[in-house]
């Protein structure tokens, strides 16, 4: 599954562009400051729209080559603050055979850098703001985890992600390449403290060649 589009809502998106320029090296290519920041990180496009004190805050991953990931986790940690996840700041998922790390952005946003080997996607160019492969993780949070999962299975024809056991609380949906992730209202966004809320998120992905839509 590709992620395609991403439209996340920001209370104040003249910070948010100051972050991604400033810690990610991302520009915008397309703004209107009272209305929406458009980004493209690699073959996704994310889009945050004004909103006015919601406070949202979501979980998303970005993907980058298997070779540039500690590249990448030195470019990030030099502009800010890796969140520890116990006594180290890279996670290593040996079921899903990935490492990752995760900060916040200037919305608190539970942001994550991924690698994940299978792909074999590899970068012979040195780490710069075009290494960025996509958004491979969306998270979406729901009171009902197991029917919005049979729901997008049914409809959309997104299988269970074959390397996550299908839990009560949390379902990923999708493959190696892109995963929706659904999370139990309340149920804490790892490796955090803070409880998933539901907010407004759009969705486009691409699954077996037809384009899937979500909005929420």
Do not use: C
């Not at 395609?4 to 400051?33: H, M, Q």
């Not at 080559?65 to 520890?84: C, L, S």
């Not at 958004?135 to 997008?152: R, Y």
């Not at 966004?189 to 907010?199: D, E, G, L, M, V």
Request: charged content about 25%; overall charge negative.
């Amino acid at each position: 599954m590709d992620i395609i589009e991403v439209e996340l809502l920001s209370d104040n998106l003249a910070e948010t562009e100051k972050f991604y320029r400033n810690v990610l090296g991302l520009a915008p290519y397309y703004k209107d400051d009272t209305a929406f920041l458009f980004f493209k990180i690699g073959g996704t496009e994310l889009i945050f729209k004004k909103s006015d004190n919601v406070k949202p805050v979501y979980h998303f991953a970005i993907e980058v080559p298997n070779n540039r990931f500690f590249d990448a986790h030195n470019y990030i940690k030099q502009r800010t603050k890796i969140i520890m996840a116990g006594d180290d700041e890279i996670v290593n998922f040996a079921n899903w055979d990935a490492k990752s790390f995760y900060f916040y952005d200037n919305n608190g946003n539970i942001a994550e850098v991924i690698t994940r080997y299978p792909t074999r996607n590899y970068d012979p160019e040195p780490f710069n703001n075009k290494t960025y492969i996509s958004i491979s993780e969306i998270g979406l949070v729901t009171g009902e985890v197991a029917v919005l999962a049979d729901t997008l299975m049914k409809e959309e024809g997104v299988p269970i992600f074959k390397r996550q056991p299908r839990r009560d609380d949390f379902v990923a949906l999708g493959n190696d390449e892109g995963l929706i992730l659904l999370s139990e209202r309340g149920r804490n966004w790892y490796p955090t403290s803070i409880a998933a809320q539901r907010f407004p998120v759009r969705v486009m992905f691409m699954q077996d060649g037809n384009v899937g839509h979500i909005a929420r």
